[in-house]
């Protein structure tokens, strides 16, 4: 069987994406089932198959454990695991009905990067329940506005690349919004290729803090040599995504069946046939650049006028 696990940190939109992927696939006509892993996440605005919340939840242990949201996550996991055979009971039905599973994670890193429990049962989810699942990881688009919190997001987006061990597809999310957060400063098609993260260092190195003392020259060093890690790994891109826009779920989807493995199953996603413009995998162009700069125009091409009215009207009621 095939699915998304849906990554990221909190508030990158997971569960807005699962909500918006699970009506599109439905419209394609496809079986969809969501699975909510994350038992802090008692807000769930899709229709949920399966909700682990029912097993542990986060509110639970920190009141039965005294621990704190950290900590209660790590026992939620570990719980988890010792419990699989409850998530197996849940997802035999759905798995002999040839659902496709959207897996709802939790978004604190430290899960995938420091803690074992759900890296092992995802290995369960996949080895030995042989669910064909691709990693999707949504990182916020309005991280763009500042360099240095998106060369962090790249480390992020790379070392979960690394952890997970799954199919990937790395993810800017919410990209409507980003004019919203100031101009970033290279076009849209840099950060989707991600690939020379020097060239934002001159606007990074340049910045001052906040008692007016330059970039020390160690950081400048150490700032070069990490956007120098993620280059010389030529692993990372990412695909914009407006969740309310078909051609934007359209194309991600494209990549992430291409991933699990799905569009070479042949298999409809309506009843009345085969849609070879939504599955067909021989083609290179998805037409993603043309999307991109859809996206930069739509959305990025007035930050400068917003920018400079935003400075305006604070200034104005400096005074």
């Known amino acids: 069987m095939f699915g998304q696990l849906v990554v990221g940190p909190p508030g990158s939109g997971k569960t807005t994406y699962c909500n918006g992927m699970q009506q599109f696939l439905g419209l394609l006509g496809r079986k969809v089932a969501v699975v909510n892993l994350d038992p802090a996440n008692d807000r769930l605005p899709y229709e949920c198959a399966v909700d682990v919340r029912g097993l542990v939840s986060l509110e639970d242990v920190q009141d039965s454990e005294g621990l704190g949201p950290n900590g209660g996550l790590f026992f939620c996991m570990e719980y988890i695991e010792s419990n699989l055979d409850w998530l197996q009971e849940r997802l035999a039905p759905l ?4 659902r496709y599973l959207l897996i709802d994670c939790p978004g604190q890193v430290e899960l995938f990067t420091l803690h ?6 995802l290995k369960v989810l996949t080895d030995s329940w042989h669910l064909r699942l691709a990693a999707v990881h949504l990182v916020d688009a309005h ?36 004019a919203q957060y100031g101009r970033p400063e290279m076009g849209l098609e840099f950060y989707l290729q991600a690939d ?11 910045r001052r803090g906040p008692d007016g003392a330059a970039f020390p020259p160690r950081y400048r060093r150490l700032t070069a040599a990490l956007c120098e890690v993620v280059d010389d790994y030529g692993m990372l891109q990412f695909l914009p995504l407006h969740i309310e826009d078909k051609h934007s779920v359209r194309a991600l989807l494209r990549h992430v069946d291409k991933a699990n493995g799905y569009a070479f199953t042949g298999r409809p996603d309506t009843e009345g046939g085969f849609p070879s413009d939504l599955t067909a995998v021989g083609t290179a162009d998805y037409g993603e650049r043309d999307l991109a700069a859809e996206f930069e125009e739509r959305y990025m091409g007035d930050v400068t006028d917003r ?4 400075a305006a009207g604070e200034q104005l009621l400096a005074k």
């Open 143 to 178: 991280l763009a506005a500042d360099p240095g919190k998106f060369l962090a997001a790249a480390l992020l987006s790379l070392s979960v690349m690394m952890h997970l061990e799954l199919p990937h597809i790395n993810v800017l999310s919410k990209v409507d919004l980003v």
């Open 196 to 206: 020379d993260l020097a060239a934002q260092l001159p606007g990074l190195m340049d």
């Open 95 to 98: 798995l002999a009905e040839g």
């Open 307 to 310: 920018h400079e009215q935003r």
């Open 116 to 121: 074992g429990a759900l890296p092992r049962v």
